[in-house]
């Protein structure tokens, strides 16, 4: 039997997450959607977290508006034109 350790590469100081607004007030969130949620007309509409999400960021940290876009499943990658970096 072999035994095989995990080649582990830890990020660097320079791998960090993008920077972080000071506030969300005016901005419009997108919501990237993987699973969505079938209504009984057939239908796909936004998952049911996304959709309680939207009011209490409009509440809490006075968004201006939401985008939606459902991906075709969950392991696709983002769309070129949906994604920003």
Do not use: C
Not at 34 to 57: K, N, V
């Amino acid at each position: 039997m072999k035994i095989a350790i995990p080649n582990t590469a830890f990020q660097g100081p320079g791998n960090r997450l993008a920077t972080r607004p000071a506030s969300l007030v005016g901005v419009t969130v997108g919501f990237l959607d993987g699973w969505g949620f079938r209504e009984a007309d057939g239908t796909i509409s936004m998952y049911p977290l996304m959709r309680e999400l939207r009011p209490l960021l409009a509440e809490r940290a006075g968004i201006a508006d939401t985008v939606w876009h459902k991906k075709k499943n969950v392991a696709q990658r983002a769309p070129r034109p949906s994604s920003r970096s």
